[in-house]
């Protein structure tokens, strides 16, 4: 009971910190509160990493964030400097003959005055470099690639010598690969073939997942949206595309090509509809993980932003109740969705291994 209290509590004060960030956002506006910047903002990329703000005895606000570098490619040049130049998108850059211009995470080339023009539908005209920045996504990446090797390395050190009794660390991670190895690898693909797949599936699983956990910490080092950005989700789909088929039996090839035992009338059919398959796949996956990820982080922002547009703290309680439950549930969707990503991935892979005997 006690430690029950004690996840609540914490619980809380995570909601009640994203209450404080959501605040901060509305009073640093001279307009009417706009909910969808504010989730805009904060399920979008950055090129900064904000660590916290605070507002001092004047009542100005102050942002402390940690600068990333700008890597950008642009007629045959090369340009690197820090975000912090930039100056919270106050700043026009200038490096050689060309300007450069921050707006809304989004750099541009401008003029010496940072003229931003717009064509008849409103749309930014202005030409963009190659942007290939260490963004806020990507630091996050590398912060939960940094956790995942630390993990597995501090664990594998537990298995040299004498066998022992798992304990620590090692206790909680061996379960969690014996699921992953007996009730998704072997289940999905099959116990002569499983092994080949392990290290692909166990990434994929420990990925999807610290990166979950990382993007519902609201304060640094937390707080991205790598797993709900459509780049990664598209990427980790590519690669379950490419493993999948490039490991295709000719099994696999013949019914979807060649349809076997199938009347000739019904494969004009069959058989577009089953080489269509093999990308709708991928981008099932793709769009899963993106929707059910970014669709928690919109949800718990407006139940927040449900304060500042009715403009009443009486709504205040019953909206942090509903985001601490939501954010409860978001922590089992983190882990759900890292086992579906992974489960379905076997199953993609289990399918194109197939051989005739097993028709």
Same mark, same amino acid.
């Given at each position: 009971?006690?430690?029950?209290?004690?996840?609540?509590?914490?619980?809380?004060?995570?909601?009640?910190?994203?209450?404080?960030?959501?605040?901060?956002?509305?009073?640093?506006?001279?307009?009417?509160?706009?909910?969808?910047?504010?989730?805009?903002?904060?399920?979008? &990329?950055?090129?900064?990493?904000?660590?916290?703000?605070? =507002? %001092? =005895?004047?009542?100005?606000?102050?942002?402390?964030s940690i600068p990333l570098p700008i890597i950008l490619f642009y007629e045959g040049h090369l340009y690197t400097f820090m975000s912090s130049v930039f100056n919270h998108d106050n700043a026009i850059v200038k490096?050689?003959?060309?300007?450069?211009?921050?707006?809304?995470?989004?750099? *541009?080339?401008? %003029?010496?005055?940072?003229?931003?023009? *717009?064509?008849?539908?409103?749309?930014?005209?202005?030409?963009?470099?190659? %942007?290939?920045?260490?963004?806020?996504?990507?630091?996050?990446?590398?912060?939960?690639?940094?956790?995942?090797?630390?993990?597995?390395?501090?664990?594998? $050190?537990?298995?040299?010598?004498?066998?022992?009794?798992?304990?620590?660390?090692?206790?909680?991670?061996?379960?969690?690969?014996?699921?992953?190895? &007996?009730?998704?690898?072997?289940?999905?693909?099959?116990?002569?073939?499983? %092994?080949?797949?392990?290290? *692909?599936?166990?990434?994929?699983?420990?990925?999807?997942?610290?990166?979950?956990?990382?993007?519902?910490?609201?304060?640094?080092?937390?707080?991205?949206?790598?797993?709900?950005?459509?780049?990664?989700?598209?990427?980790?789909?590519?690669?379950?595309?490419?493993?999948?088929?490039?490991?295709?039996? $000719?099994?696999?090839? $013949?019914?979807?090509?060649?349809?076997?035992?199938?009347?000739?009338?019904?494969?004009?059919?069959?058989?577009?509809?089953?080489?269509?398959?093999? +990308?709708? $796949?991928?981008?099932?996956?793709?769009?899963?993980?993106?929707?059910?990820?970014?669709?928690?982080?919109?949800i718990i922002l407006s139940l927040f932003s449900l304060i500042f547009v009715m403009k009443s703290l009486a709504i205040a309680p019953v909206s942090i109740i509903m985001a601490l439950m939501m954010f409860m549930?978001?922590?089992?969707?983190?882990?759900?969705?890292?086992?579906?990503? =992974?489960?379905?991935?076997?199953? +993609?892979?289990?399918?194109?291994?197939?051989?005739?005997?097993?028709?």
């Amino acid at each position: 009971m006690q430690y029950l209290r004690q996840t609540l509590l914490a619980l809380l004060l995570v909601c009640l910190s994203q209450f404080t960030i959501a605040n901060e956002e509305q009073t640093n506006q001279s307009t009417e509160f706009d909910p969808l910047e504010l989730i805009a903002h904060h399920i979008g &990329d950055a090129h900064t990493w904000h660590v916290f703000s605070y =507002t %001092d =005895t004047s009542e100005e606000s102050h942002h402390i964030s940690i600068p990333l570098p700008i890597i950008l490619f642009y007629e045959g040049h090369l340009y690197t400097f820090m975000s912090s130049v930039f100056n919270h998108d106050n700043a026009i850059v200038k490096k050689g003959n060309t300007y450069f211009k921050l707006l809304h995470e989004k750099i *541009y080339i401008t %003029d010496a005055a940072g003229l931003i023009q *717009y064509d008849e539908n409103h749309q930014i005209i202005n030409k963009k470099p190659l %942007d290939f920045s260490i963004t806020r996504n990507v630091a996050s990446m590398w912060l939960s690639v940094l956790i995942i090797v630390s993990l597995f390395l501090a664990a594998a $050190k537990k298995y040299k010598g004498k066998p022992k009794t798992p304990r620590g660390l090692q206790s909680f991670l061996e379960p969690l690969i014996l699921f992953v190895r &007996d009730d998704i690898a072997i289940s999905q693909i099959g116990k002569e073939k499983a %092994d080949r797949f392990m290290p *692909y599936l166990l990434t994929l699983f420990f990925f999807i997942w610290i990166n979950n956990l990382i993007g519902l910490i609201p304060f640094f080092p937390g707080g991205s949206n790598l797993t709900g950005n459509i780049s990664l989700t598209m990427l980790l789909a590519l690669i379950t595309f490419v493993v999948t088929n490039i490991n295709g039996s $000719k099994t696999y090839w $013949k019914h979807i090509f060649v349809a076997p035992g199938i009347p000739g009338w019904v494969k004009i059919f069959l058989v577009p509809v089953e080489f269509i398959g093999i +990308f709708t $796949k991928p981008f099932a996956l793709m769009i899963r993980l993106l929707a059910n990820i970014t669709a928690g982080h919109i949800i718990i922002l407006s139940l927040f932003s449900l304060i500042f547009v009715m403009k009443s703290l009486a709504i205040a309680p019953v909206s942090i109740i509903m985001a601490l439950m939501m954010f409860m549930l978001e922590l089992l969707v983190a882990v759900l969705q890292a086992y579906i990503f =992974t489960l379905l991935t076997a199953l +993609f892979i289990g399918m194109a291994l197939i051989e005739d005997e097993h028709y």
